[in-house]
Structure formats: C-alpha cells, structure tokens
C-alpha cells in the first residue's frame, strides 16, 4: 500500500498504516517491503513521479506536477516589492533599484535575492529568515525565540540547504545533530510526545493529529526510563494510532534530558534512542537523531513540508494571505496549490537551497497578483 504524501491522510488511514506497520514489525518483514523489492525503473522523469510505479526510495523522484505558467495580469511593481520587502526584511525597505513598469515572476526572484543579500550584509541574517526559523519550529516570533545556534543566520549562509539545518553537527557530541538537538527548543518541548507532535508537524506535509482531549499527566514510574513509561502508557490501540505514527521523532531525540542536556541514561538506565519510521514510503530503522536526520534531509516528505511551510510563513508576513483559523501553517497555502507545486520543484531543482526557497516564495502567484 503506498500513501501519496502530498494528499491529506485521514486519521482512519493515519491508524491503518501504523497497525499495518506495527504487525509488520513483528513478522520482520515490512509491508513495503514487497515494494521495496521492486527494480528501480530509473527513469527519472516528473511526469512518471507519483504514478505509483516508481520504487519507494528515499527522496527519489520528487518532482511535482507540472503547475501552470504564471502568466499576467500582476499587482504593480511598488506593491510587490512591499510585499517581498515584508517577507524579507521584515520592513517595509525602500525598493533597492528603479522598479521596472511591469512584474515579472525573474524580476520578483531577483529582487527578493538581492534584497535578501542587502539585509544580510547589514546583520547576521535577514529579519525574515529569524521569522521563518522560529515559526517552522512553533516556537514564538516574537520576542525572537533564544535559540543556542544562530540557525537562521546559518540557513541564510551561501549554499545553506535544509541538509545543512538538519545535519549540523556540534563538535564532541555525539547526538546533537540538527535544529531539532538545540537545546533551546529541547527545553521548550522538553518530552517525548510534544518533540514528536512539534517536529511532525515541521516535517510533514499533513499535520499530526491534534490529541482528542486533555494528555495524560506525564507522570513517569520510578525505576522506569521516561520511554518506558511513556510507551507502556499509548499502546493501547486506542491511543497507538496516533502516537506509533508521531513518536518516533521523538524517540529519535531521547539523548536529551528535559533541560536539552545530553544523557547517557534515563532513570540508571541506558537511553533508547532508535525507532523506525515510514519516510517516503520507506521503512526506516534509526539507532538516534544522528542517524534520522540525514534521512529527514534527503527525503521528499521533509523536502515538501519545509518549501511549504517556508511559503506559508512568506505569504503571512507579506499580507498576501490571512492567518487560518486553525493556526496550522500548513493550511494557510491550501488555496494556493500551483504555488506549492511551484516552490517544491523550484526547491528540489535547485538543490534544496534556502536561497531557492526565497527566490520561489517571491515567484509565487499569491505574491505577484
Ligand atoms: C488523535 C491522535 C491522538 C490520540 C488518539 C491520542 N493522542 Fe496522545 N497526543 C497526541 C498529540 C498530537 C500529542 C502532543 C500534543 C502537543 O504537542 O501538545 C499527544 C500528547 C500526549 C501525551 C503528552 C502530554 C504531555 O504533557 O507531554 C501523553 C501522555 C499522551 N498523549 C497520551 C495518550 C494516551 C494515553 C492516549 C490514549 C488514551 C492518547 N494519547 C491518544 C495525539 C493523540
């Protein structure tokens, strides 16, 4: 069974494939492990991805379909450059150059770059990249969350990818690998669950479901590590099917204490950090963090979940579009699906670059007309 990560997944589905996983766990053999089986067709093409034939390997093929071509009428050039000005610097700036008498898709692109170099000269990272960073990990905007690592000024770095957020090392730990191991945000979403529910929700294109009543007191018995109790806690089937789909992210993340400290152990005994998750269609076993990360990083589903999101936030803070509802960020590009489709090719095409994120956020319709 494969489930087309681009369309909402229902909880009924969300549950089936986790029982679906579960059992499979036991008997040792995947249920994509037949698909898995299947010889690469190597074709490459975009108008083969999604077709079902292409085998199940992690960020393989993940090309979007084709969008329509962006094509006038578009707002005038002061009203777009106020708003890629708004996305960028977070302020209104005054226009770098002479504005040309009409917009153009190339000209937003290279606007919303240059701008975003100007700003980057001027301080550490453009106000907009702080903005997207805080809100992809649901940490506050404002006052600017007291993250351990300049992330943002990193991700406005040349050549920044999201490998590069996902992937960064800290000398002489281990485990502290990626965004997700800064402590700040550790301490923020000091356990399981909310790690889980938190880096589901900036990692998938469907977010997590919600939970459907208060949360059980995190109240862990002595003697037990805070994974034991935990797991013991949502195996009935009742609360697996929610919690077997998220969990393991963090899971993945249990090397740190409630305060983001590195640990060895957990209630004298040893720490269990590995899981297995589905990415891409994948089955994939993790020992920790260090090795999940890479994974996340080169997967279409992360890939596809960051552009848009990344969108998201550039359409909310150029005033192009209003805040849902359900304060889910996912939702707010629901009425813009060309555009997403836009900025997840123009992100994978240019090598999963933070530059090809700004550059595809300012070429979106939502942006220009
Ligand atoms: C519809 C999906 C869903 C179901 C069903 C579900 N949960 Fe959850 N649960 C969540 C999510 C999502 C979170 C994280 C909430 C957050 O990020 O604030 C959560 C959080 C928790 C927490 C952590 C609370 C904390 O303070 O950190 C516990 C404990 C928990 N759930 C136990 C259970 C148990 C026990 C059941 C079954 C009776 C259950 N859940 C059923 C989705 C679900």
């Known amino acids: 069974m494969r489930f087309d990560s681009k369309s909402p997944l229902p909880l009924f589905l969300l549950a089936l494939a986790c029982g679906e996983a579960t059992h499979a766990l036991g008997d ?9 089986a299947t010889s690469p067709d190597g074709n490459g093409d975009a108008a083969s991805a999604g077709t079902g034939g292409n085998p199940p390997v992690i960020g393989d093929a ?24 708004r996305f960028v610097a977070d302020a ?9 008498d009409e917009v153009s898709p190339e000209w937003a692109g290279e606007i919303a770059l240059a701008a975003f170099d100007r700003e980057l000269e001027a301080q550490t990272a453009p106000a907009g990249m702080r903005r997207f960073i805080a809100r992809w990990l649901s940490l506050p905007t404002e006052p600017e969350p007291a993250l351990d690592r300049d992330w943002a000024s990193m991700a406005a770095g040349d050549g920044a990818t999201l490998r590069t957020l996902l992937t960064f090392r800290e000398a002489g730990e281990p485990d502290r690998v990626g965004i997700f ?41 002595p ?45 004298g005994k040893p720490v269990d950090a590995s899981g297995w998750i589905v990415i891409d269609d994948v089955e994939v076993s993790f020992t920790s963090i260090a090795d999940l990360a890479p994974r996340l990083a080169e997967s279409c589903q992360a890939g596809r979940a960051v552009s848009q999101r990344f969108l998201a936030d550039a359409l909310l803070a150029s005033g192009t579009a209003a805040e849902p509802v359900s304060g889910n960020l996912s939702h707010v590009v629901l009425a813009y ?31 220009l007309r």
């Open 223 to 267: 003697g037990m590590t805070a994974r034991e109790w935990y797991v013991n806690e949502v195996s009935p089937p009742v609360c697996a099917g929610c919690h077997t789909v998220i969990d393991p992210y963090g899971f993945a993340l249990e090397h740190f204490d409630e305060v983001g400290e590195y640990r060895e152990t957990d209630g």
């Open 181 to 221: 191991a800064d402590s700040f945000w550790l301490t923020e979403y000091e356990r399981i669950p909310r790690r889980a529910s938190t880096m589901h929700r900036a990692l998938n294109v469907n977010a997590a479901p919600l939970p459907p009543s208060e949360p059980t007191a995190f109240d862990v018995t």
């Open 337 to 367: 699906p060309a555009d997403e489709a836009r900025i997840n090719r123009a992100f994978f095409a240019g090598g999963r670059t933070i530059r090809a994120l700004v550059e595809g956020a300012a070429r979106s319709e939502a942006m």
């Open 28 to 36: 040792g053999a995947g249920p994509l492990g037949a698909a898995g």
């Open 62 to 85: 993940c090309d979007e379909d084709s969008p329509p071509e962006l094509a006038p009428p578009f707002a005038s050039p002061e009203v777009v450059w106020q708003r890629i000005s």
């Open 92 to 100: 209104e700036r005054e226009a770098p150059s002479a504005l040309p």
